[in-house]
């Protein structure tokens, strides 16, 4: 997940129905059929899951796959085969435009005090320009918000500037904190290239005081070639022993280096497959995550979770024999991380090609226990999705909020669309988001298979009540 689309999340409970009498009324409610067909869904997802062995090959034998890599081409066949040996109604690529930037070497930092070298774990962020050949080395100016940065103004002149606001710990929606710190990483390097800094550096985002850089995308937007600096996050540990110096040692320095650089764009692919829909072929609903990745890690939360999740909805409706009333797609969406090109072309043919979206779901917050659902639907639904959450609730999916659906599925947003976004518990996903972390060993295969199971049977109710 790339900035926080999440909106401030409202608990759903105390809304009760307003609905206005000329709107469209919904009477149905579940019934004990529901009730079956969601426990059936749950115990073959828990006892004949696929998407954990499928995340073993997509995170160890394929890996990290930024955009325009030759993993993201594996990935992309792998998605197109493995759907298509499942027997999918139909299954094809989509072709699409990516970004293609390159990290380059493994990138180099330090600084020095009284003679001693203080060796700083540092990734390039996606997107940034390299530095010279023999790297960048100078006095630091620490700063909390692009704010005091830009007010410093010529003072930033031939400094590395650094960019240090941590966390809120005390915040229990963990991509709050995350929304609240991250446009340091976003816009650190561009709001302060006018000033003359030699480079941004900026504290890693996430809560875990350790020792690994987390990447990330970060824009220039249309800043003057002279304007764009260099920029790189380093780690929290990093972060706070460079901050207890500087209080000691204004003067010390700081040096970096990186090789990163932005190649032409480079061809990609959605991959999509498709169950048809019994009763009503020409009405989709969409269920996706991000095929591409970051490249540290192996991409196992980040978003591999949300790839074998949503494939795997598909393949339970087929196991248990469930022929959807509507047409039900799996996407595997390419390029969320730096371009969201995949989530705009799928949104643009739909548009071209005249689809009737009647819902989409995306998973793209971690492959951890579920905890529930965000949805921006029409209020004509608001008593019904209610009346699923009694249902799913022993479940453990008791968190029902209005929000947004995710970043992929955002441009497919209409009057007539409802989005939902799956929401498993995130106390741990910022300790692993795009970082070296974020591997395959990190994810529970129970937990997986929970999250599995609860996005088949929201499909399941979708499928079932919604036109
Ligand atoms: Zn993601």
Redesign the pocket.
């Given at each position: 997940?790339?900035y926080t689309i999440i909106a401030i999340s409202l608990l759903f409970g105390f809304f009760s129905c307003q609905q206005n009498n000329t709107k469209k009324q919904i009477h149905q409610t579940v019934n004990k059929t529901d009730s079956i067909a969601v426990k059936q869904l749950f115990d073959t997802a828990l006892s004949n899951g696929q998407c954990y062995q499928w995340l073993d090959v997509l995170s160890n034998d394929i890996g990290g796959r930024l955009s325009g890599s030759p993993q993201a081409q594996q990935a992309v066949e792998w998605g197109e085969k493995l759907m298509n040996d499942l027997g999918f109604d139909k299954v094809w690529l989509q072709p699409v435009m990516v970004p293609h930037w390159v990290r380059g070497e493994k990138e180099e930092a330090y600084f020095t005090v009284n003679n001693t070298k203080y060796n700083v774990p540092i990734c390039a962020l996606g997107g940034s320009i390299a530095t010279p050949e023999n790297g960048i080395s100078g006095e630091v100016i620490e700063v909390k918000s692009l704010e005091e940065a830009e007010s410093m103004g010529e003072k930033l002149r031939g400094k590395i500037v650094f960019f240090n606001r941590p966390f809120d710990d005390t915040l229990l929606l963990t991509f709050r904190a995350y929304g609240g710190c991250v446009d340091q990483r976003g816009s650190g390097a561009r709001v302060t290239g006018k000033f003359g800094v030699l480079g941004a550096i900026v504290r890693s985002m996430t809560h875990s005081i350790d020792d690994y850089p987390h990447t990330g995308a970060m824009g220039y937007r249309d800043i003057p070639e002279n304007e764009k600096v260099p920029t790189a996050a380093i780690s929290t540990r990093a972060a706070n022993l460079l901050s207890e110096q500087l209080k000691e040692n204004p003067n010390l320095k700081f040096y970096f280096k990186q090789s990163c650089k932005t190649l032409p764009d480079a061809p990609s692919f959605n991959v999509i497959g498709e169950l048809t829909g019994s009763k009503y072929p020409d009405k989709f609903i969409t269920i996706g995550g991000?095929l591409d990745s970051w490249d540290l890690g192996d991409g196992a939360h980040?978003?591999g979770a949300g790839i074998v999740q949503s494939i795997e909805v598909l393949r339970l409706f087929k196991l248990n024999n469930i022929k959807p009333r509507h047409t039900l797609r799996a996407v595997l969406f390419m390029n969320?991380?730096n371009g969201l090109r995949g989530g705009r072309k799928y949104a643009e043919e739909a548009k071209k090609n005249n689809e009737n979206h009647i819902a989409a779901l995306e998973s793209?917050s971690g492959g951890f226990t579920p905890r529930g659902f965000t949805f921006d639907a029409d209020s004509t639904y608001l008593e019904l999705i209610m009346s699923w959450k009694n249902l799913l609730s022993p479940y453990g999916l008791h968190d029902f909020s209005k929000g947004g659906g995710g970043a992929d599925i955002g441009p497919l947003k209409s009057d007539t669309i409802s989005l939902f976004g799956y929401r498993p518990d995130t106390q741990r996903y910022f300790d692993y988001h795009h970082a070296a972390t974020d591997t395959f060993d990190k994810v529970n295969k129970r937990e997986l298979e929970l999250g599995a199971a609860s996005m088949t049977s929201l499909i399941y109710l979708i499928d079932s009540y919604l036109d």
């Amino acid at each position: 997940m790339r900035y926080t689309i999440i909106a401030i999340s409202l608990l759903f409970g105390f809304f009760s129905c307003q609905q206005n009498n000329t709107k469209k009324q919904i009477h149905q409610t579940v019934n004990k059929t529901d009730s079956i067909a969601v426990k059936q869904l749950f115990d073959t997802a828990l006892s004949n899951g696929q998407c954990y062995q499928w995340l073993d090959v997509l995170s160890n034998d394929i890996g990290g796959r930024l955009s325009g890599s030759p993993q993201a081409q594996q990935a992309v066949e792998w998605g197109e085969k493995l759907m298509n040996d499942l027997g999918f109604d139909k299954v094809w690529l989509q072709p699409v435009m990516v970004p293609h930037w390159v990290r380059g070497e493994k990138e180099e930092a330090y600084f020095t005090v009284n003679n001693t070298k203080y060796n700083v774990p540092i990734c390039a962020l996606g997107g940034s320009i390299a530095t010279p050949e023999n790297g960048i080395s100078g006095e630091v100016i620490e700063v909390k918000s692009l704010e005091e940065a830009e007010s410093m103004g010529e003072k930033l002149r031939g400094k590395i500037v650094f960019f240090n606001r941590p966390f809120d710990d005390t915040l229990l929606l963990t991509f709050r904190a995350y929304g609240g710190c991250v446009d340091q990483r976003g816009s650190g390097a561009r709001v302060t290239g006018k000033f003359g800094v030699l480079g941004a550096i900026v504290r890693s985002m996430t809560h875990s005081i350790d020792d690994y850089p987390h990447t990330g995308a970060m824009g220039y937007r249309d800043i003057p070639e002279n304007e764009k600096v260099p920029t790189a996050a380093i780690s929290t540990r990093a972060a706070n022993l460079l901050s207890e110096q500087l209080k000691e040692n204004p003067n010390l320095k700081f040096y970096f280096k990186q090789s990163c650089k932005t190649l032409p764009d480079a061809p990609s692919f959605n991959v999509i497959g498709e169950l048809t829909g019994s009763k009503y072929p020409d009405k989709f609903i969409t269920i996706g995550g991000h095929l591409d990745s970051w490249d540290l890690g192996d991409g196992a939360h980040d978003d591999g979770a949300g790839i074998v999740q949503s494939i795997e909805v598909l393949r339970l409706f087929k196991l248990n024999n469930i022929k959807p009333r509507h047409t039900l797609r799996a996407v595997l969406f390419m390029n969320e991380e730096n371009g969201l090109r995949g989530g705009r072309k799928y949104a643009e043919e739909a548009k071209k090609n005249n689809e009737n979206h009647i819902a989409a779901l995306e998973s793209d917050s971690g492959g951890f226990t579920p905890r529930g659902f965000t949805f921006d639907a029409d209020s004509t639904y608001l008593e019904l999705i209610m009346s699923w959450k009694n249902l799913l609730s022993p479940y453990g999916l008791h968190d029902f909020s209005k929000g947004g659906g995710g970043a992929d599925i955002g441009p497919l947003k209409s009057d007539t669309i409802s989005l939902f976004g799956y929401r498993p518990d995130t106390q741990r996903y910022f300790d692993y988001h795009h970082a070296a972390t974020d591997t395959f060993d990190k994810v529970n295969k129970r937990e997986l298979e929970l999250g599995a199971a609860s996005m088949t049977s929201l499909i399941y109710l979708i499928d079932s009540y919604l036109d």
